[in-house]
Each structure stands twice: as structure tokens, then as C-alpha cells.
């Protein structure tokens, strides 16, 4: 293989080891939360079975389950470390200096999620 052939193949394969690096980065940081809110037992018996509140959670008539988290106020540095969100610190939601676990599972309204050192804000009515 001549130079310009090798230069290439090793380009090519760094490129793969980025988009499967990035595409990793993007699901752990999104999916994390999405599916443990997707999760959630979806009619009043289930809910109550699992230990939670059902309750309305919007003017349209709605419901969600509420369940209460077993690690809310612990430190976190992802949402994967918790068993609901994990919330930026010096927030609205979380006025500590320290990123912590949330109280439920499901948060409702505008949260700053903490992601390692980056934050996403995301906002959920249900």
C-alpha cells in the first residue's frame, strides 16, 4: 500500500471511531432520562403498584404517574446516575452548589439537567 492509500485508511478509520464516539456521547446524554419517564407505569393500578402517585398533571386532563426516587438529593454527574434526573446545580430546581439526583422520577416543568461539566435545559409538561 502506497503512502497516500495508507494516509487514507487510517483517516477513514478515525473517522469511524468519532461518528461511533459521537453518536454514544448523544444517546447517553438524551436517552437516559427520555426512557426512564417512558417507562413509567401508564394507568392508575400500575402506578399504584409501583409505589407511586397518580395524579393530573395538565389542564388537559392527563395523568402521570409520580414516583419517588430512593436517591434524591445524592451527587450525580449524569442522569445515569440517578434514578430520575440528574439536576444542574444553582438552579431554579436545585440551589446547592453540587449537581444532585431529583426527588421523583418524573419532573415536570424547566429543568437544567447536568450532563458531566455540560448542562442541557429541557422542559416537560408530561
Given at each position: 500500500?502506497?503512502?497516500?492509500?495508507?494516509t487514507?485508511?487510517v483517516?477513514?478509520?478515525?473517522?469511524?471511531?468519532?461518528t461511533?464516539?459521537l453518536?454514544?456521547?448523544?444517546?447517553?446524554?438524551?436517552g437516559s432520562?427520555?426512557?426512564?419517564?417512558?417507562?413509567?407505569?401508564?394507568d392508575?393500578?400500575a402506578?399504584?403498584?409501583?409505589h407511586?402517585?397518580w395524579?393530573?398533571?395538565?389542564?388537559?386532563?392527563?395523568?402521570?404517574c409520580?414516583?419517588?426516587?430512593?436517591?434524591g438529593?445524592h451527587?450525580?454527574?449524569t442522569?445515569?446516575?440517578?434514578?430520575?434526573?440528574?439536576?444542574?446545580?444553582?438552579?431554579?430546581?436545585?440551589?446547592?452548589g453540587?449537581?444532585?439526583?431529583?426527588?421523583?422520577?418524573?419532573?415536570?416543568g424547566?429543568v437544567d439537567?447536568?450532563?458531566?461539566?455540560?448542562?442541557?435545559?429541557?422542559c416537560?409538561?408530561g
Open positions: 500500500m502506497d503512502a497516500p492509500a495508507r487514507f485508511a483517516t477513514l478509520s478515525a473517522l469511524a471511531i468519532v461511533i464516539a453518536a454514544l456521547l448523544f444517546h447517553a446524554g438524551d432520562y427520555i426512557d426512564k419517564v417512558r417507562a413509567l407505569p401508564k392508575e393500578v402506578c399504584r403498584a409501583s407511586g402517585t395524579m393530573l398533571y395538565n389542564e388537559s386532563g392527563h395523568f402521570a409520580s414516583i419517588v426516587t430512593r436517591d438529593g451527587h450525580c454527574i442522569s445515569r446516575d440517578c434514578q430520575g434526573v440528574c439536576l444542574a446545580a444553582h438552579t431554579s430546581r436545585n440551589s446547592t453540587a449537581t444532585v439526583c431529583s426527588n421523583e422520577v418524573l419532573v415536570l424547566c439537567e447536568a450532563n458531566g461539566s455540560r448542562t442541557h435545559r429541557m416537560r409538561d
